[in-house]
T-cell receptor, first 115, second 115 residues
């Protein structure tokens, strides 16, 4: 069965600190996709990134970066120089190679960035 | 930027009542979904819909739930006889083929409170 674990329930940092959100997944599929979504206090779910299982290159987008390691089944998310606007719940999710759009979400990590 | 629109933003209902949650997906998207998030918990898949039929549903999506695309723009979730445990945020999402059916754009959610 597919499973996503985000062991960090809450993280609190001071603005400008770097912070890494951990995500560990389980799947028997050889082809799968990993995602990160952001849920700000307003409640919507904002897509951040999708990565397929064959692409282990790390990705950087501005202050955001993602580290995908198949050997440890992890897909960690780092925010560099955090800002108050980064305060949100962050969800890691997993889907199989099919196109059903069924995402398995982790429990989420609440990030609080203090000024 | 195109968005998924959900109404109502918040609905309060009595146990046993029928509820219809409405969604307007992004116009050129072909895949539609409902997810739910019980307060403070992770986001859970309910159902995916493609080509006017359900393509996959979860165990949560029992006979009390139904989905419909009554016209070319709306996508609805009906709960026939609400229970207390149906209280949650319900997210509609849509995706297209070009970017990958599992790259979902979520709406802002409809909060359902069952009393």
């Amino acid at each position: 069965a597919q499973k996503v674990t985000q062991a960090q329930t809450e993280i609190s940092v001071v603005e400008k600190e770097d912070v890494t959100l951990d995500c560990v997944y389980e799947t028997r599929d050889t082809t799968y996709y990993l995602f990160w979504y952001k849920q700000p206090p307003s409640g919507e779910l904002v897509f951040l990134i999708r990565r397929n299982s064959f692409d282990e290159q790390n990705e950087i987008s501005g202050r955001y970066s993602w580290n995908f390691q198949k050997s440890t089944s992890s897909f960690n998310f780092t925010i560099t120089a955090s800002q108050v606007v980064d305060s949100a719940v962050y969800f890691c999710a997993l889907s199989d190679s099919g196109n059903t759009g069924k995402l398995i979400f982790g429990q989420g990590t609440t990030l609080q960035v203090k000024p | 930027e195109p968005e998924v629109t959900q109404t109502p933003s918040h609905q309060v209902t009595q146990m046993g009542q029928e509820v219809i949650l409405r969604c307007v997906p992004i116009s050129n998207h072909l895949y539609f979904y409902w997810y739910r998030q019980i307060l403070g918990q992770k986001v859970e898949f309910l159902v995916s819909f493609y080509n006017n039929e359900i393509s996959e549903k979860s165990e949560i999506f029992d006979d009390q739930f139904s989905v419909e695309r009554p016209d070319g723009s709306n996508f609805t979730l009906k709960i026939r006889s609400t229970k207390l445990e149906d209280s949650a945020m319900y997210f509609c999402a849509s995706s297209d083929w070009a970017s990958g059916a599992n790259v979902l754009t979520f709406g802002a959610g409809s909060r359902l409170t069952v009393l």
